[in-house]
């Protein structure tokens, strides 16, 4: 591949793995002129496949890569279905056969279709070949070549007329193929799936406890959804497990085998406590139906009465909190994060133009043609949280830092928009790198956050101010950032005085570790 003239590498498809792969190609001194990059259109309805596009459309990092790899004067072809390959004598790769869907409308190349077959008939009548029969194509000037056709260039894009469904059909001469493109149920697993009369709809179908309709067979995992009968209360509710974070999917199906291997002790085992003893409190009560006694156990089975139960279902369906990661090492010598929250909605749903209209996007872009600086975006959802970071740039960061800001307030990040908004932040990475910011990747900072939140809940004040401010709100467009600003200045000041101590106390138990902050009882002493 590198030393021969004749030989080049087309890597195929739009996901993530594409660019890494073209990547190592240039880590393995491949020349950029001998690798092609061809992309497949963009599925308008990608619902019957498991996601693989790597960027949205007009996405900044994606446009960036491409611009760098232009720059490589490497070739990189929009728009192209591959529909099958050619081979020489010796059963080598000789060609991709590609179908052209980005320059053209489907119109046209229906039109231009059905001139080809109505000028072939007419050929055929006249006992005479057609051009697009022949293989040959017209010049410019409306003339056609004599003689064969020329023999097909490795590297260039040529011509083959049209395909059976009217699209313009090219042809590309290369030695070597490396498709990373749509992702699909393994054909093993799929006959298994159906031979054992599992329900498999574009996704095996499992229940609240990741059963699917054999009781001992379990799923999670990206090929597998939730059972729409979930979606009776909350018809937006995100069914696929694609939308939620492996390690969680995970974690709650050990827990749901735990049950039902030990049915007594499992629900108390899988929460981290003590085995079930013969009596049981009030709490425990509350999740009868997560954590069932023996009692509601079918002797003769393997689960649980109240696992069957549908009608309890839509009330059981596990939620999913830890956020999704993925990166890559790009062309350019460039480290890629993208880390958003889970899915709580269907994607298929419009969201509400108030809605669209809070959400608020902060994009800093230092990054230069040198690989020096970074391009960050970070995306905050009407509820002022975190809800995804995006990062492109030569420094390599800690992917555990990023994955934390996800799902903090606003305000947590010392009103970040506000400041960005107002020009205070040239760049969102070393902002966040900054001293004060120490606090927020500590160890124990998520510790602190869920001990202000039970203090919050068990504060009765607090909760007639919420459930007050619920009442006025609009179902149809949810949750405000006016409503949220609203609560917090109607909090009391004792309950912004309990805060203010557990932060201050909180600082002061890790003081060896978080110097940089001015704590009150040092302010004696500075004076």
Known sequence: LIWNPLSYAVVYGRSLDVYCVVQGLLMRKVPPTKIILVLPPRLKDASHQLPVDAFNEGDDVEMK????????????????????????????????????????????????????????????????????????????DGSSPTGPP?????????????????????????????????????????????????????RLIVDHNFKTTDDAIFGAGSLCEFSRRFRRKDADRYLRHDGFNGREVGSKLAQALLRVIDPVNGDMVAAGGAPRGSQLGGEAGEHSVASPTAGGMTLGGDTLDAMDSEEASPDLLPDFYMPIAKGGFLPGNLHYYRIHSCKRADATSEPSAETSKEEHVIVTDTLEANGKGHFCRLTIDSFGKVDSITYLGGEELQVESLWSLVGLSETFLNHIFVRWKDGDIPDIVEFLTDEWATALFHDRFMDFCHQIQLEMRGQDELKVIIDRALQSVNLKEGLSRKLLDSIQAQLPKSSVKVVQDHLLEYLRENTNHLKTYFLPENWEQAR
């Open 65 to 140: 890569i491409h611009k760098i790899l232009k720059n490589m004067n490497m070739k990189v072809y929009e728009g192209y279905n591959l529909l099958g390959i050619q081979q020489d004598n010796r059963l080598r790769l000789k060609a991709l056969i590609l179908e052209e869907h980005g320059a053209g409308d489907l119109e046209e190349a229906m039109a231009a279709s059905a001139a080809a077959a109505a000028l072939a008939a007419q050929s055929a009548e006249s006992g005479q070949m057609s051009p697009t029969a022949t293989g040959a194509t017209k010049k410019e």
């Open 150 to 202: 020329a023999k097909a260039r490795c590297g260039i894009m040529e011509d083959m007329g049209i395909s059976s469904s009217g699209y313009n059909q090219k042809l590309l001469p290369c030695r070597i193929l490396i498709t990373a493109d749509s992702v699909n149920i393994d054909p093993d697993i799929f006959n298994s799936v159906h031979g054992n009369g599992l329900v498999y709809d574009g």
